[in-house]
């Protein structure tokens, strides 16, 4: 049997411990990133949820945003929610720098205040029916690059995108007791690890 994947999970602030409890059950070994140094060695990452603003400001400091910037382009990054907004192309409502490395729009709290948090149920093209999204201030993906596969939207707009080694979801899979957005990801390492 191969050795458990170690991935990553950014921890400056924000949902990193409970992907970390969903990593375990799965099998995989999480890693707890506070530095640009622990990104070495890992198989893949997740950037949770929080809030984008405070990320970028943690990421000032020891040039953590280049090394993350480098590594994001050549390793199985997951992106959950304002790990989304950090990934993406273009950010707006309002404008911020973010690493640039998945081709999308995104707006930030796009969903209004009387329903910008929810649980919804929706259809995905992953197996097993549809899958439960917790929605918190989240992001709406106004547009995805050719490279970009939608793999569950809600109300016609993408909540779950894969580009390459790189997948994204606007809510909180590590919220939920459903794991098939982990396992995806997970399978998405192995695959990258035998190409
Ligand atoms: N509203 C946050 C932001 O704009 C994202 C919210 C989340 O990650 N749950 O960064």
């Known amino acids: 049997m191969p050795p458990a994947p170690i991935i990553g999970v950014l921890a400056l602030q924000g949902a990193y411990d409970a992907h970390a409890r969903t990593l375990t059950a799965l099998g995989a070994t999480p890693k707890l ?15 949770p949820g929080g809030e984008s603003t405070t990320f970028l400001k943690h990421l000032e400091r020891d040039g953590f945003f280049d090394v993350l910037n480098t590594f994001v382009r050549q390793t199985p990054t997951l992106g959950t929610c304002a790990g989304v907004i950090l990934l993406a192309t273009d950010v707006l409502n309002p404008p911020q720098p973010s690493l640039a490395a998945l081709d999308v ?11 910008d948090s929810t649980i919804l149920s929706e259809p995905t093209s992953l197996p097993g029916g549809p899958i439960e999204m917790v929605f918190i201030r989240a992001p ?23 580009q390459g080694h790189l997948l994204a ?10 794991t098939r957005i982990h396992k995806l990801f997970l399978d998405l390492i192995a695959e990258s690890n035998r190409a």
């Open 33 to 47: 990133i506070r530095r640009p140094e622990q990104l070495a060695g890992i198989d893949g990452l997740i950037i």
């Open 105 to 115: 729009t995104v707006e930030r709290n796009a969903y209004g205040r009387q329903i």
């Open 140 to 162: 709406r993906i106004t547009r995805t690059g050719p490279d970009v596969e939608i793999l569950a939207s809600r109300d016609g707009f993408p909540v779950l995108i894969r």
């Open 169 to 178: 979801a606007t809510f909180h899979p590590e919220l939920s007791a459903d």
